[in-house]
Structure formats: structure tokens, C-alpha cells
């Protein structure tokens, strides 16, 4: 199955939130909400490798254009969450690590501090989760997190996702993390 030939949105929406691909420019937003957040998006760097190097425009702007970029070309979909009324950037999510021919994505995601605690990143997961079984067919869709993140956790709960197991996986770092494992099964 090649999933060039699937087509599919690069955005939708949730009650309060649009959902889109990245797109050039879209940088500075990023950099803005990650600054923001920086301290909490640390403490999970097995969860959240990239959040250990010193953020800057020019490193999130690059990510949205790799990341519009292997959105075309259905190698990753990332996702940026945006308030629908005040068009501020709440946070990022996406669907990776891809099985095109099982159909089964993982969905990962973090939240600006600002707009953390208010149900934006349930609300988000709910609505890509939907996205990857209802226009994707996806027959799985799993969410990794940290045992001890119980923030993050919640979120998977909340959005439908029932507890499959806990595993000991290695971190970037080369240590062992107590991993749950989450999944939304057709």
C-alpha cells in the first residue's frame, strides 16, 4: 500500500481547536510556545528528545518545513493545535511511526505551559485518534508515555485509550524507563 496515493486534509477541527499540518513561517510560533514550556517539556526527554538542546527560530522553523514536508510525503504526520478564536498556538501533537499497511499510527503531544490544564490536549488527542481511525482506517493507534507522567497519562485515559501494558524501554540517554503503553484497537 503506498500511502502517496491516499489523500486526506492537511487540517480539521475540534470544538475549539484547528488542527493542521505545519507550514513555513509557522516557526516563530513554535519557538514561542516551547520557550514557554521548556522546563516541563524537559522532564521527559525519553517522551521528548529534542526538548534537551537549546530551542531557537531558526531550529522551529526548520521543523515546521521538514515537518510540511514529510506530512506530503506521509513519512510523519506532525500536527500544530491552534485555538480556534484566538489563533494562539496551544501545543503540538501528530501521528508517527507509522505502519501504513497495518494501519497503525502512534500519537504523541505536548501542551504550552499557558494553556496547560483546561482540556485542550484531550480534546486534541480525541480528535486525531478520530482522524486516524475514521479518514486514515487506522485498526490501532498506540500512545507511549513515561510511568511516572500521570499528566500525560490522564490525557490517553480521557481520549479513549485503555492501558495494554507497561514496558521497560531504553531512553536516548541510554537508561531504562517504565513506558505505558496505550492503544485505541478497532
Request: proline letters at 5%; hydrophobic letters at 40%; one cysteine or more.
Amino acid at each position: 500500500m503506498n500511502p502517496l496515493d491516499l489523500q486526506f486534509p492537511d487540517h480539521f477541527e475540534s470544538h475549539r481547536l484547528l488542527i493542521r499540518c505545519p507550514r513555513p513561517g509557522d516557526g516563530r510560533a513554535v519557538h514561542e510556545a516551547v520557550c514557554e514550556t521548556l522546563t516541563e517539556l524537559r522532564a521527559w526527554p525519553a517522551s521528548l528528545p529534542w526538548a534537551v538542546f537549546e530551542p531557537s527560530v531558526e531550529a522551529s522553523e526548520n521543523y515546521c518545513q521538514q515537518g510540511h514536508e514529510a506530512f506530503a510525503a506521509r513519512r510523519d504526520l506532525p500536527l500544530l493545535l491552534f485555538h480556534k478564536d484566538s489563533g494562539a498556538l496551544v501545543g503540538a501533537s501528530g501521528l508517527h511511526r507509522m505502519d501504513w499497511a497495518q494501519r497503525r499510527f502512534e500519537v504523541g503531544y505536548w501542551c504550552r505551559r499557558s494553556m496547560q490544564g483546561q482540556g485542550y490536549i484531550t480534546e486534541a488527542v480525541q480528535a486525531i485518534a478520530a482522524f486516524a481511525e475514521n479518514t486514515l482506517a487506522a485498526q490501532r493507534v498506540e500512545c507511549f508515555t513515561d510511568v511516572r507522567n500521570v499528566a500525560s497519562r490522564r490525557v490517553a485515559e480521557s481520549a479513549g485509550f485503555v492501558l495494554e501494558s507497561i514496558q521497560t524501554r531504553l531512553s536516548p540517554q541510554g537508561g531504562e524507563i517504565q513506558a505505558c503503553v496505550y492503544v485505541r484497537v478497532r
